[in-house]
């Protein structure tokens, strides 16, 4: 505060002369002093700061989004390295296609004795598990982003936090299961216990059809 040092300064000039004999004259330090006004408006700016939300509802839906679209990405690279194993299917089924001649078939015949084209159990599990974890992140990160980007349902929670003494911060968590249209997050009360809030079908209208996923991805390059 710009009072506090002013005082300081009053105080040290005043006690430099003070020490030689320099008499201050009345209300040399006097503009140094704090009025009610003053306190009044520091104490404001506190209780403001106390009250204010510098994290809030949106801000968790959108870091749980962002963590989900990260985990998404690991996926969709998984995919991406399980079909490699695949293409040896497409290049099998291609020769076979194309092997009209004995010449081409016994070809065929020798490719196959020399390389392992063979699908293991453990290939078809990591492709199936690939392709699974991106549907479930994709549709965590799409909920997570929809229910951010509902004011109105943002705004309630926030509302709700205030008034039941929780805290929306950044040690809150949030789930979405696309399954059952289920959005559940936890929050922490000032004294540390837990509370959970969970929304159920409040994001039907934001579905996308499979025909919209297909024709997205082809329009996309997929």
Same mark, same amino acid.
């Given at each position: 505060? =710009?009072?506090?040092?002013?005082?300081?300064?009053?105080?040290? $000039?005043?006690?430099?002369?003070?020490?030689?004999?320099? *008499?201050?004259? !009345?209300?040399?330090?006097?503009?140094?002093?704090?009025?009610?006004?003053?306190?009044?408006?520091?104490?404001? #700016? *506190?209780?403001?700061?106390?009250?204010?939300?510098? @994290? +809030?509802?949106?801000?968790?839906?959108? !870091?749980?989004?962002?963590?989900?679209?990260e985990n998404l990405s690991v996926a969709v =690279?998984?995919?991406?390295?399980?079909?490699?194993? &695949?293409?040896?299917?497409?290049?099998?089924?291609?020769?076979?296609? =194309?092997?009209?001649? *004995?010449?081409?078939?016994?070809?065929?015949? !020798?490719?196959? +004795?020399?390389s392992d084209m063979t699908i293991t159990d453990a290939?078809?599990?990591?492709?199936?598990?690939?392709?699974?974890?991106?549907?479930?992140?994709?549709?965590?990160?799409? $909920?997570?982003?929809?229910?951010?980007? %509902?004011?109105? &349902?943002?705004?309630?929670?926030? /509302?709700?936090?205030?008034?039941?003494?929780?805290?929306? =911060?950044?040690?809150?968590?949030?789930? @979405?299961?696309?399954? %059952?249209?289920?959005?559940?997050?936890? &929050?922490?009360?000032?004294?540390?216990?837990?509370?959970?809030?969970?929304?159920? /079908?409040?994001?039907?209208?934001? &579905?996308?059809?499979?025909? /919209?996923?297909?024709? #997205? $991805? *082809?329009? @996309?390059?997929?």
């Amino acid at each position: 505060m =710009d009072q506090v040092s002013l005082a300081r300064t009053l105080a040290t $000039g005043a006690s430099y002369y003070a020490a030689r004999g320099g *008499i201050a004259p !009345d209300g040399s330090v006097t503009r140094a002093q704090l009025s009610a006004t003053m306190a009044t408006a520091y104490n404001t #700016a *506190i209780s403001n700061v106390q009250s204010a939300t510098y @994290y +809030n509802t949106a801000n968790l839906l959108e !870091d749980s989004a962002a963590a989900s679209m990260e985990n998404l990405s690991v996926a969709v =690279d998984s995919l991406v390295a399980a079909t490699v194993t &695949f293409a040896a299917v497409s290049a099998v089924a291609e020769m076979a296609a =194309d092997a009209d001649t *004995i010449s081409e078939r016994q070809d065929l015949q !020798d490719t196959l +004795n020399t390389s392992d084209m063979t699908i293991t159990d453990a290939d078809v599990s990591e492709y199936n598990t690939a392709l699974a974890e991106v549907e479930t992140y994709a549709q965590e990160a799409a $909920g997570f982003l929809a229910a951010s980007r %509902n004011t109105n &349902f943002t705004s309630a929670t926030d /509302d709700w936090a205030g008034r039941n003494n929780v805290r929306v =911060d950044q040690r809150a968590t949030a789930t @979405y299961n696309a399954a %059952n249209d289920r959005l559940v997050m936890s &929050f922490m009360r000032s004294e540390g216990r837990k509370v959970y809030l969970s929304m159920n /079908d409040f994001l039907q209208d934001d &579905f996308q059809t499979v025909e /919209d996923i297909y024709e #997205a $991805g *082809i329009a @996309y390059g997929g």
